[in-house]
């Protein structure tokens, strides 16, 4: 009956309750000595043109966790976040994602990195100074440097975000905002924050061909986007039929499984950026 089933839900409920607060415990403490020990690592991820060219590259972090194997963000950003350490990786990631676009600088490709800071780290009083110290130290060019942040920016000072944006923007950075659609920001935020992209969320992108409210709203995106004067970016497309509706929409830029999954530095290098042989020295 009702009742045992109550009971027995509570008895195998409340064992893993424990072990899954143990575990965030252990989870923490393992992060804290993560970057030292330089298990994080970077993927990166193309962002494509109309045209197929490799525009951009998005950092992804990932942790090569010494007993639990290669983990995604999802996996620890929210503990990252709780515990502050977030601060941390994403200094590690800004000073990693400068590091790579010098590389690629130096080797003569002309792509973006867009790179994802969580709204903690934009609040930093000395965040703008960490992110041009990162450009300064590693030579990099701030206009090939775009930053992506999302619609929790706007849930403190948005006065104060804007300063920031508009000191970043003055060097040349440029900004996306990601996942839009999925956070509870007022419209009305948008033409004061100076944008250069919106993000689809991925799973409007996901639901677009089979439901027509998704599909609706995807081109209403489009839509806001062109009239503010932003790019689109479309994340998480996977197949043909999605980027041929997008691209009838008027989707300027395309990020998901069907171009490229997540990759290291080499492979990326390898498949997606065009060959400099022919390169006049
Ligand atoms: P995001 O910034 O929206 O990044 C896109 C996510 O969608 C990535 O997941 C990517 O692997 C995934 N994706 C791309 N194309 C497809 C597709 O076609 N299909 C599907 N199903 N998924 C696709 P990932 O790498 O697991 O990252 C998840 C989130 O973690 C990111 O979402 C971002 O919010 C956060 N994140 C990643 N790296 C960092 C970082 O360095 N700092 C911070 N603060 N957050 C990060
Ligand atoms: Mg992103
Ligand atoms: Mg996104
Ligand atoms: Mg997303």
Same mark, same amino acid.
């Given at each position: ?19 899954? +607060? ?10 804290? !000595?993560?970057?030292?020990?330089? !298990? ?34 999802? !996996? ?21 994602? @400068?590091?790579?676009? =010098?590389?690629?600088? +130096? =080797?003569? *490709? ?33 206009? *090939?440097?775009? #930053? ?5 920016? #706007?849930? *403190? ?16 950075? @440029? ?30 992108? *996901? ?16 839509? +806001? ?57």
């Amino acid at each position: 009956d009702a009742k045992s089933a109550g009971r027995n839900t509570f008895r195998f409920f409340a064992p893993i309750l424990q072990v899954s +607060l143990d575990e965030q415990a252990r989870l923490e403490n393992d992060l804290r !000595e993560a970057v030292r020990r330089q !298990e994080l690592l970077l993927y990166f991820q193309p962002i494509v043109d109309e045209a197929g060219n490799t525009i951009c590259a998005e950092a992804l972090v990932r942790w090569r966790h010494p007993e639990r194997g290669l983990l995604g963000p999802a !996996e620890f950003i929210p503990v990252a976040e709780k515990s502050g350490l977030i601060l941390g990786i994403g200094q590690w990631v800004m000073e990693q994602a @400068c590091d790579q676009l =010098a590389s690629w600088s +130096l =080797a003569g *490709h002309a792509l973006r990195v867009a790179v994802n800071v969580s709204a903690r780290q934009f609040r930093q009083d000395d965040f703008v100074d960490q992110v041009l110290h990162a450009l300064r130290r590693n030579r990099v060019d701030p206009r *090939h440097l775009k #930053l992506e942040l999302t619609e929790s920016i #706007l849930l *403190h000072d948005v006065d104060e975000v804007i300063a920031k944006m508009a000191v970043l923007k003055a060097h040349g950075i @440029c900004f996306a905002l990601d996942d839009f659609g999925t956070g509870c920001s007022s419209l009305s935020y948008l033409q004061r924050l100076p944008f250069d992209q919106l993000k689809i969320d991925k799973s409007f992108v *996901h639901d677009m061909l089979g439901s027509q409210n998704a599909a609706t709203i995807v081109c209403a995106i489009i839509g +806001l986007a062109a009239s503010l004067g932003m790019d689109v970016v479309a994340e998480g497309v996977e197949s043909e039929q999605q980027r041929e509706f997008l691209a009838t929409s008027g989707c300027d830029q395309y990020q998901g499984y069907l171009i490229g999954k997540p990759m290291t530095a080499e492979q990326l290098a390898l498949r997606w950026l065009p060959e400099l042989d022919s390169r006049p020295q």
